[in-house]
């Protein structure tokens, strides 16, 4: 029971990431209906930003308290692919809009063959190790279990965001912006929302969630290399789907249940299966409810 | 009012200087932090950071500038132009159009014998001529049909049946290794074994259709994608059949009429009474991946005029018209995903038979990626289309192995092969945003009233999965 207990926490703190990761493909599907592929790289670049700040601290300052460092990291990551989240929505997604269906798939993949090439040429091929950041953990009381402190920041920052970004979505004027664009673009252009503006500010909000994750992954890991953004990408794009595409509560039950689902699998089988066993299950899953857990089902009026 | 008369003389230039100073400021908030600074290990394996900030310059200045001189000049100029060149344009070209896969196919028949009569010219001696061959041959020719039939293949599932699939790749890697391992533990021959590899990955196909059936648009590619994960991971970790990532290396070669392509006595130089050289090999291998390509291609086109391919059709515009007309969806989706699939899989086989390895490598997402952008670049459902969008992208990146002069230019340290995907990756957004219907957009009506007309690009729908 407690080697239960114990690999159900560590599979909440991967599911955080991957939940936080799939925020931002939900969010874009919901909105323009579009797989954006490079997502994933996103979250890496997000990764290599808070490597490099906290590389500049440590060079440049030297002793920043831990909790200033991991801040300045996410906000700086935050900032910055956000900035670059809406550069590629305005030279590679927006000019297909209203193009068919498939031509943005096609430049999302170009894009994230572009940027993961992109970091490799720019930082080297090498993986980035950067020393523990947060170290120990707590052991509770009369148990074997212990939760690691990198753990419980994971998990606290994860919570502290879900519920800023609820907020933002559901009570300010842009989240209601969002919302309405979601239901039918073309109402809202013709009720007074700027349709374009709030698409991009969606690649944004989503990269800034996609950047927290990857300080966080860093931060988890203690490493980063240019190929890291494929297959977290992929998982919170399965978690994503798994939560039912375009729903936000959706993306956070799938990640959670993708990453407890992994961690499980390689607690109890095979680690070297443990891809294998989440991919599966969505697919059982979506052989049972074909779009999602928290997904509504499409009703097509003809 | 006044105020919008005083900007207008120079709005243009003024504009463009602002555009210009947005995108380099822009341009500097993206690689300040990436650019800017470089990582590396240092002795201790210990990150160090290092600093660029000339490299930033460039970076910065290079967008600042070009912006300014897209907003200022190239913008104006090209609109201006295709006013004038609008009305011009329709006609000029149909003779040539006509004829074009006709010319095509017969240049794609020469090609070999083409290859090796220029470099007979060039270099003075038959000998030269045949090996200096072996690379346009191998890594040009059979390299690029390899991805056409692949393409080809994938048309079938998104182009006719209109059902996103992200992970064909797997059905190349089940043809691959079927023939791998049917060979190395059976001995059976290349020709029995490539119709068997294509009915184990059609049979594949029509496994991992069934699941999905009820699945539409993105969940559907999902878990086409997932599927291709799944095979992928399976090969790398059931040691005991695939080997893992060592992969299977000492395939046995593929035969003509059983004859071997060997150096020895028996061998098919000998018997003919020509010199040793391995270019017959990779000659043979040409045609030989001609051929299925050209299979893929009639098959494709015959499909479309059975029952079959006009479901499939169907299937692609309308989902529910296409039911209500009492299509079957069910096997209308499983046959496109079963056909397609036996394709990837005689695809996968021949790849087997020409590298004589094969690893799990070769099969990742990447691949069904640059196929999938293959088809959509040719304009989904155009044969000849996606032939160009594969000698284009594949051929392009082939070119970039070549780029040693650059070295000359950027010095020793300067490796192109790196750039090689970094500029797939741009090419690929590139064209997507300048030919968003794909190479040859417009697409001939399978079924007609009186006479066949072109469908213009703006009337093709597609992809509702």
Known sequence: MEYFIQQSINGLTLGSIYGLIAIGYTMVYGIIGMINFAHGDVFMLGAFMAMIVFLALTTFIGGVPVVLALLLMMIVAMLLTGLWSWTIERLAYRPLRGSFRLAPLITAIGMSIALSNFVQVTQGPRNKPIPPLVNGGITIYGTNITVAYKQMVIIIVTVILLAAFWYLVNKTTLGRAQRSCEQDRKMAALLGIDVDKTISMTFVMGAMLAAVAGTLYLMFYGVISFTDGFTPGVKAFTAAVLGGIGSLPGAVVGGLLIGLIEALWSAYFSIDYKDVAAFSILAIVLIFLPSGILGRPEVEKV | ?465
């Open chain 2, 1 to 465: 009012m006044a105020d919008v008369q005083k900007i207008e003389p120079d709005s243009v230039f003024a504009k463009a200087v602002k555009e210009g100073l947005l995108a380099g400021a822009l341009a500097f908030g993206l690689f300040f932090l990436i650019v800017g600074f470089r990582t590396d290990q240092n002795i201790r394996n210990e990150l160090v950071l290092n600093q660029r900030w000339g490299l930033l310059a460039i970076f910065v200045l290079v967008a600042g500038i070009g912006r300014f001189l897209l907003t200022a000049y190239i913008t104006p100029w090209s609109e201006a132009r295709s006013k004038n060149k609008r009305a011009a344009v329709e006609k000029e070209q149909s003779a040539f159009r006509k004829s074009f896969p006709k010319i095509g196919l017969g240049l794609l028949l020469i090609y070999p014998f083409l290859v090796i009569l220029i470099l007979w010219a060039y270099n003075g001696s038959i000998m030269g001529g045949l090996q200096g061959s072996l690379k346009y041959v191998d890594n040009f020719g059979i390299q690029i049909l390899i991805y056409v039939m692949l393409a080809w293949g994938l048309n079938i599932v998104v182009g006719l049946a209109g059902l996103l699939d992200l992970g064909y790749v797997a059905f190349y890697a089940v043809g691959a290794y079927s023939y791998a391992l049917l060979s190395t533990h059976f001995g059976l021959s290349f020709w029995l074994l490539l119709p068997m590899a294509g009915i184990f990955a059609a049979l594949w196909g029509i496994m991992l259709g069934f699941p999905v059936l009820r699945l539409r648009g993105d969940y559907l590619a999902i878990v086409t994608l997932a599927f291709g994960e799944i095979i992928r991971l399976v090969l790398i970790n059931w040691t005991v059949v695939t080997k893992g990532t060592f992969g299977i290396s000492g395939i046995a070669k593929a035969t003509l009429f059983g004859i071997p392509f060997t150096p020895g006595p028996t061998g098919f130089a000998a018997l003919l009474g020509l010199p040793n050289s391995g270019v017959y090999y990779k000659i043979f291998l040409y045609y030989l991946i001609l051929l299925l390509a050209l299979l893929t291609a009639w098959v494709t086109i015959r499909l479309r005029r059975m029952p079959i391919g006009r479901a499939w059709e169907a299937l692609r515009e309308d989902e529910i018209a296409c039911r209500s007309l009492g299509i079957n969806t069910t096997t209308t989706k499983l046959t496109a995903f079963a056909t397609g699939a036996m394709f990837g899989g005689f695809a996968g086989s021949f790849f087997a038979a020409r590298q004589g390895f094969v690893s799990p490598e070769s099969f990742v997402f990447l691949e069904s990626a640059i196929i999938l952008a293959i088809v959509v670049l040719g304009g989904m459902g155009s044969l000849v289309g996606i032939a160009i969008a594969a000698a284009v992208m594949i051929g392009g990146t082939e070119l970039l192995r070549e780029l040693e002069f650059l070295k000359r230019i950027f010095g020793p340290d300067f490796t192109p092969e790196l750039y090689r995907m970094l500029l797939f990756g741009l090419a690929m957004i590139v064209v997507m945003v300048w030919k968003p219907r794909g190479f040859v957009g417009n697409r001939e009506p399978s079924a007609f009233l009186h006479k066949r007309k072109m469908v213009s690009s703006e009337f093709t729908k597609e992809g509702h999965g």
